[in-house]
């Protein structure tokens, strides 16, 4: 292979790095610091102008009248905005640059969704208005589940799950509501180490026992000894497919008729839809359940910027049982929610709700704003960009970082790497925490745990060739240095807003609250938790 | 006294019917910094190979797996507070769990200290 990125990009550091004086307000040019919102604020100042209040409380009331102040930080408005702006400048988005954090699927945030979910019309509805006055909103809900439906042959979709685990619950509830009908009462439920963690997570919190199926070397589920372990107390499985390792479970079908066969189910872990949507329908794989994460494949924003939606598309065997509420057509073309057990409706077995309402409105105009600028073809190319992208990163670094799974065919949506032949006392935390001064956010970590070392990279759909030729010539700079001993890896990163911080302190004595007031019923000082 | 070693890197010292478990020097290395341990409940009856306790590191959260069958008799009340223990004295101080056995026979199916290396070795 050439040169990486010859033509490439770079930035220019200059004298950048360790401040080489100090300056009277602490900041460094652009680089700001930022106080705590307790440290800046004082109880005498308020955002707001707020009346006093007219007439003293009600007699009955009184006894609730505080004796103390809140402590409650007190800023303005513009200290506020500023506050939390210059708190953003320390951190890293998606909207910066890439962010390949593996099997999590970050990928650009459409603006046309955010245009449609700001109509009035989505963003201003209440949950309890009357129906007939969100007959739009109800429409979007209606014409999502259509298309999760269309795009994996399955019969039925339960629209409220509010994000990927809570929609594994979901679907293991089904299964445990299948198994009451059925007056069975099998408590095993089989998950692969390729599986995501949240699966096993999920089994048990739903309260099944987890058995765990061992991997092939080659990176998938070991199928003999998958079905070694079915019978006559498995619910059923709980496969990621693509899995964890970046790669597809060709013999999904086989797992699923033997599943059947056992009289068992098959929950799949949809969270990597990207790689295979509008070209695999997980229907016609034999899939009893699946959650589709709209915060993934359909762009929605992530984590902190917004909450999630985990709908779950159900087989037939399970969608008697799926969660209320339902959007259903009347025979006027009036559109409805069907909120109680019905038996008209054919939700009369439904397990129960996973929710107070109907679920994440502004997810779902943004999901399906993205379906339908995208059209069957567009979604077809997202999964064929997504799996081309994940093996240019492949194909790029395996010659420095070991693949363990390049032998197994083209990865799917993301690339497996091993720390393995970095120099001694190096290893994949070093080249995580050297990305960050690269400008990147680092890559999934010590995942999957079936391989040593693990980094996980998903650059995604939305990533051009340009972006990734910078990505790849970062990542194989560092993978040089880490294999030479380059001992300022250690201390990496050296120029973001804070040093390697003491994830084992931070995990051993975390710091949970303010520290900067004494008196704060509750509140540990710092020499009570060891901190300094 | 002898040690046994398992596969999945735990070690137990017999003495009697009670078998003191932790994990191996090895296994400590590999996980890094141990943040907290989750021992068994006293009194839980165990078979081997079920999976007892979890211990977590920055890394990862591993199940340790009770290398015989029995009641678990005792735990190390001292990970509470101090989960460093594994590593630091992994096959002393930072030991996990005691099992009073109820099937000798399976101390069988374990290695001895120098099987163990040459398996470590293997890796």
Redesign the interface.
């Known amino acids: 292979m050439n040169a990486p990125n010859a033509s490439g990009w770079r930035p220019s550091m200059g004298e950048a790095g360790e401040a080489k004086f100090a300056t009277s307000s602490g900041d460094y040019g652009l680089m700001l610091e930022e106080a705590l919102s307790f440290e800046l604020g004082s109880a005498d100042k308020c955002g707001v102008d707020i009346d006093e209040p007219s007439r003293a409380p009600a007699a009955g009331l009184s006894k609730f009248l505080r004796k103390s102040t809140p402590a409650l930080p007190g800023l303005t408005e513009p200290e506020t905005v500023r506050h939390y702006t210059r708190l953003s400048r320390q951190n890293y988005a998606i909207d910066l640059g890439p962010f390949p954090l593996g099997s999590c699927t970050m990928k650009h945030n459409p603006r046309l969704n955010e245009k449609m979910a700001r109509l009035p019309g989505f963003a201003d509805v209440h949950p309890m208005q009357p129906q007939t006055t969100v007959q739009g909103a109800l429409e979007v809900i209606e014409q999502l589940a259509d298309w999760l439906i269309t795009l994996t042959g399955m019969a039925s979709v339960a629209m409220s799950p509010k994000a990927g685990a809570h929609g594994e619950l979901c679907g293991l509830l089904c299964i445990r509501a299948a198994l009451d009908a059925r007056g069975e009462t099998r408590d095993v439920v089989l998950v692969p180490e390729s599986a995501h963690g949240t699966n096993p997570a999920t089994a048990a919190f739903a309260g099944f026992k987890v058995e765990s199926i061992p991997a092939t070397p080659a990176g998938r589920v070991d199928v003999a000894a998958l079905k070694a372990k079915l019978g006559p107390n498995v619910a059923g499985v709980m496969i990621t497919n693509p899995n964890t390792c970046g790669l597809f479970e060709p013999d999904m079908r086989e797992i699923a008729d033997a599943v059947h066969a056992a009289g068992g189910y098959v929950y799949c872990d949809g969270a990597n839809f990207n790689a295979i949507v509008g070209k695999v329908r997980p229907g016609d794989l034999g899939v009893d359940a699946m959650h589709i994460n709209l915060h993934k494949t359909f762009s929605t924003p992530h984590g902190g910027g917004g909450p999630g939606a985990g709908p779950v598309v159900l087989s037939e065997a399970l969608a008697p049982f799926a969660p209320l509420p339902f959007v259903t057509r009347g025979a006027d073309g009036s559109i409805h929610l069907v909120e109680e057990e019905n038996a008209a409706e054919g939700h009369a077995q439904a397990f129960g709700r996973m929710v107070a309402f109907h679920g994440q409105m502004g997810m779902f105009t943004r999901a399906l704003t993205y379906i339908l600028s995208h059209g069957a073809d567009g979604l077809r190319t997202v999964a064929e960009d997504a799996v081309l992208n994940a093996n240019y990163v492949l194909r790029s670094c395996e010659d420095l970082l070991p693949a363990p799974f390049a032998d197994s065919g083209p990865c799917m949506h993301e690339a497996l790497f091993s720390d393995a032949g970095l120099a001694e006392g190096f290893s994949t935390l070093d080249i995580a925490k050297g990305l960050i001064d690269e400008g990147f956010h680092p890559m999934t970590v010590y995942f999957p745990l079936v391989v040593k070392g693990a980094m996980l990279v998903e650059p995604t759909e939305t990533e051009s060739k340009a972006g990734l030729d910078r990505f790849i010539a970062s990542l194989r700079s560092l993978a040089e240095r880490a294999k030479a001993g380059d001992e300022s890896l250690h201390s990496a990163p050296h120029f973001a807003p804070r040093r390697r911080l003491d994830e084992t302190l931070a995990a051993r004595k975390p710091v949970l609250v303010w520290q900067g007031e004494p008196g704060i019923p509750g509140t540990p000082s710092l020499s009570e938790i060891g901190g300094s | 006294m002898t040690r046994y070693f398992s596969e999945d890197h735990e070690w137990i010292e017999v003495e009697g019917d009670l078998g003191t478990v932790g994990i191996t020097d090895y296994a400590q290395g ?1 996980l890094g ?1 141990i ?2 341990v989750e021992v068994p409940a006293e009194g839980a009856s165990v078979s081997k190979g079920d999976s007892v306790s979890v211990v ?1 590191s ?3 959260a591993s199940d340790v797996y009770t290398p015989v069958s029995g009641t678990i008799a005792a735990v190390n009340e001292a990970l509470a507070d101090q ?2 223990l594994v590593n630091t004295e992994a096959e002393t101080g930072g030991w996990l769990f005691r099992v009073t056995l109820s099937d000798a026979a399976e101390l069988g199916t374990l290695m001895d200290e120098a099987a163990y290396k040459s398996y470590v070795d293997s890796l």
Request: aromatic share 10%; no cysteine; hydrophobic share 30%.
């Open positions: 590999q910094d943040t907290f977590d920055v890394k990862a989960p460093e």
